[in-house]
């Protein structure tokens, strides 16, 4: 219970971003809608239309939504300048918005249309123009309702915000990814507790102001909206009344246990040489490379297949020190990033399998697995199966499974100790190969690259030299059975250690 | 003679194959009290929509003190002409003062306190009700705020669309005098729209007769009673001779 405490106690500055980021949506998101509203109480096919796109916004998943703005804003760059941010609050605001456009359009749709026809001629006929229409009569009878849609769209809103997250955003979903990463239930529902709880604060807020435009009394309504504007105040002066940072060194993580705690590595080793630092975790792989092409990001760890296969589009599988070459040459022609140097380990892709089950189907190699792979059914989180590194095995094996499953990665290794999986697609470096007993099959045709762990550098950061000069201990210091320990020691299910614990221990096995 | 202060000429209202009003001709005298009669859908409240612009006529054209109505600026057009509405038309989130302020108030003008009062006198209503709101009333003391928010703005025309509907017989009775009272005092000219024949014969000056859209009938009250304007006419005098006959013979 004193965990739960803490947890929720160390969610303010995620709450206060969170707040700043659902409030700046819904009033976006008030903003188009109100004025579209009027528009299309004064012509059906624009009512129609705008309707329809706000119905179809909404079957977008909310994390598809977020994650289709960095293209688009990325695209965009070409007409607003390289400055226009790609990641993090941009991208969130207006894909948060287009969310709550729904709600608020269709019931101040709804409540045009049912005004009363009578009162509007009167409203007509005793001379009102077009403005005092809407000032006097419209809005005033049609607030109620329009309320009654903020209310709608500020709880959906609060929710998806916790998505943000993924796009490189503060937010109270930050505990509930990293806490899903790691099995850290107190994590997850410490961010779902404050995130449900704000939601129920804002609905409850909104619902007086909704009571007060309904019942017409004007303290309430007042008094709600006072309430409502001191919130977001103080949410801002949380998030900003600390100073600039202007400055800050953004790292980037990928949405798993090593990226987090290699991220908060770089960053006490940043922040002992005075850097300033800010996390972008949770980021998706391509996304995350991206990111730093862009600048969004300063620096990140990514692996050499990854960028091989998934950015260089390459099928071919040259030797280690080949493919590191060629990849540092590619990034500085075509992104203009610097690949600083290995870290020393490498986080392959294996199949990874039960040591019962290896030594009862008498499995050695992939080429075993192909052999009985009809009757077995593999794992393996979301990426994998999209990603050309399984294509590539499963054309070199010709592997045929019975099923094939998504899991987070986390849960992945449940799955294979309840026997969900027989086969999972693990990562080598990670802690849970060795404490689960598990056996990673050879890979006799090198179908999988190399994935050795890569420091890269924003073009920016890269001419940054005191930074350079700060990350390059870094260089060559982590080896794979460090990497494991450290990665273990936030995964395993008892006593687990927070990242920045693990970094710091890490480190220190290190010897930075 | 006096001048006419309204006139409809070659007016017509075609809704797709409806013609809610079919080339119709008509002149109104300044100070004149003129009561429209006729069935349900004949075309009374759509003619008297045409006059303030809530109805644009397809063809033909109104003028109201001389000039087309088509040329003046709307919302000036509107303040000078007290209407009131068939369905009432009170704004439901304003106060029987606000609701009656509301002509002065669009013309940047604060209606005083006891001139409020007196308009809610006017139609019998007690001054205490100046801070109801219109889903306190009844249905009867709506249409008389309906009337009070009608005269607010001191028009020179009052075009009433059925202004007594939901009254008691007593009450409308008294209004219906009132009313005409008003309309002298004012110096007002008023055209109203009502269903009960009997109530035109005795408050009006001049009685028209609609039907499908066009004025089968304009005669004084005295030469109605006397027989004229043709069928459909006299088949409304009918309701009220008939009933005051057999009102008589109860009596005898
Ligand atoms: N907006 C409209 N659209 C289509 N038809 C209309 C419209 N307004 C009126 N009409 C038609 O025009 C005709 C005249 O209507 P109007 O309202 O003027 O009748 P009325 O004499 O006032 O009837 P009532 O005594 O029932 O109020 C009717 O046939 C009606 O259906
Ligand atoms: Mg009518």
Redesign the interface.
Known sequence: MNGMWDALTGLGDQLSAHVILSAAAIALGIAVALPLAVWASRSEKVARASLAFASLVQTIPALALLALFFPILLSLRAVFGEGLPTLGFLPALLALALYALLPILRNAVTAQANL????M?????????FR?RLL??EA??AAPYIMAGIRTAAVWTIGAATLATTIGQKSLGDPIFAGLQTQNWVLVLAGCIASAGLALVADTLLGLIERGFRE?RRGLWLGGLLVVALGVIAALFAQFGGGDDEDRVVIGAKGFSEQYILARLIGQQLEAEGFAVEYRDGLGSAVAHSAAASGDIDVYVDYTGTIWTNQMKREDNPPRDEMYAQIVEWETEKTGMQVLGRLGFENAYGFAVRTETMQMRGLESIEDLANVAREMTVGGDPEFFERPEWIAVRDAYGLRFAEQRNFSPTFMYNALQSGEADVIGAYTSDGRIEADDLFILDDPRDAFPNYDAVLLLSPEASRDEALVGALRPIIDSIDVAAMREANYSVDREEDKLSFDEAARRLAERAGL | MPEPVLTFSGVSKAYGPTRAIDALDLAIEAGSFVALVGASGSGKSTLLKTVNRLVEPTTGSVTFDGDDVAGLPLAGLRRRIGYVFQSIGLFPHMSVAENIAIGPRLAGERLPEDRIGKLLEWVELDREMVDRMPDELSGGQRQRVGVARALAAEPQLLLMDEPFGALDPVTRDALGERVRKLHEELGLTTVMVTHDMAEALLLADRVLVMDAGRIVADETPQSLVAGAGGEIAQALVAVPRHQAERLAELSA
């Open positions: 009363d026809p009578g009162v001629e009167a409203a007509a006929g005793v001379g009102m123009n005092q006097l009569v005033p009878l017409r």
